[in-house]
């Protein structure tokens, strides 16, 4: 017989539904993903470390778990909210269930939610703290334990999920040498670099230019993660190292974030983030849509952009003219908000890899 399990809110609001995954207590910044596949590449997502996952799409389950979906070692999520929840698994070359698969990883989760109810309420109320478990239905005892969970505003995250020590992804005899600032890196942007000749050399979030600098790599990149980027000093600095070396520099997600404050560009907390596999963003130099995958809580201020006379906006979000891109003048350094390296569209912005190798070319 299935578990009760109990969602509570920071604002008070709370569900009842079934436990999947382990039985448990866990708590985190409640967000949604509009994406009607993936979800194992989500709950994999460094970004998400740290956040309790709504899935929008009514069945989640129905394809298993397989090990080479991972997009880290592991789920790096808090929690799992779901609405119909399936053991049962139709793909056959699937390792296990995503319920076994979510049990093995420690995942705490609820399902049986009126999740349209739920993201219409965070549409509405903004991003909140919030508390999955299995383990009480004492409203009170859960507000307490959710006054323990850190407000994602001002955390710093990068230095939990990144890689503890250097290593090489790729063949060591391609013809271009990449460094890379894990602050959350995922697997599938360090595949499209090898796919394209490219040895990446992967350090920690807190290494600084100079041991990178010392590899003699040919450009530098800057990775996707969680957490606020306001609250990352020492990436700031290395990032300004590196644009002052002049190499190469490319950055995605919170990468581009770093890559706006070193630059004396603000950036902000969204009312309740962007996170799915259809948002439509124009290239503002070629005047044409790509359909993107999109995982973020914190944005780039387009007013702080528009008035520095370092930086260029190149991309805009055309659901809410969110900034989706930029360029740094005079340098060879650019960096978008969303994922070029997932396939929604399914290839509309894999150019953005290229388009950083032509200028490795061109130094």
């Not at 001002?154 to 005899?173: A, R």
């Not at 990352?232 to 070396?245: D, F, G, H, Q, R």
């Not at 387009?302 to 930029?326: C, M, P, Q, W, Y």
Request: charged share 20%; hydrophobic share 35%.
């Amino acid at each position: 017989m299935k578990k009760i399990a109990t969602l509570l809110l920071e604002d008070g609001t709370h569900y009842k539904g079934l436990s999947i995954g382990k039985a448990g207590t866990s708590g985190g910044e409640i967000c949604f993903n509009t994406g009607m596949t993936g979800y194992q590449e989500i709950y994999t997502d460094p970004s998400y470390f740290g956040q309790i996952v709504v899935n929008t799409a009514s069945h989640i389950g129905n394809y298993g778990a397989i090990d080479q979906e991972q997009e880290s070692d592991c789920p790096k999520i808090s929690g799992l909210v779901v609405n119909s929840f399936s053991v049962m698994y139709s793909r056959t070359t699937a390792d296990e269930s995503l319920d076994e698969y979510l049990k093995k990883n420690n995942t705490v989760g609820i399902a049986e939610i009126d999740t349209r109810s739920l993201v219409r309420h965070i549409r509405d109320k903004g991003a909140m703290n919030a508390i999955i478990s299995s383990e009480t239905d004492d409203i009170e005892e859960l507000k307490k334990k959710l006054t323990a969970v850190p407000s994602m505003d001002q955390l710093e995250l990068s230095s939990k999920v990144c890689t503890k020590k250097p290593y090489i992804f790729g063949d060591n005899s391609a013809s271009i040498k990449v460094a890379v600032l894990d602050v959350g890196v995922k697997k599938s942007i360090l595949k499209n670099f090898d796919q394209r000749n490219v040895v990446c050399k992967v350090f920690p979030a807190e290494t600084t230019f100079e041991e990178m600098a010392k590899w003699d790599p040919d450009g530098y990149f800057i990775s996707n993660g969680p957490g606020d980027p306001s609250a990352m000093p020492y990436a700031v600095t290395t990032v300004k190292e590196i644009l002052e070396s002049g190499k190469p520099l490319f950055g995605i997600c919170l990468g581009h974030q770093i890559i706006a404050l070193a630059n004396g560009v603000a950036t902000y907390k969204l009312h309740h983030g962007h996170r799915g596999l259809n948002h439509p963003v124009k290239n503002l130099e070629t005047g044409l849509c790509e359909i993107t995958s999109q995982n973020h809580g914190f944005a780039v201020d387009k007013e702080s952009l528009e008035n520095n006379k370092n930086v260029e906006l190149t991309h805009i979000n055309l659901n809410d003219g969110v900034v989706a891109g930029l360029k740094v003048l005079n340098k060879k350094a650019f960096s978008v908000q969303y994922h070029p390296e997932s396939s929604p569209g399914p290839h509309d912005s894999r150019y953005l890899f290229d388009q950083f190798i032509n200028l490795i070319h061109q130094n």
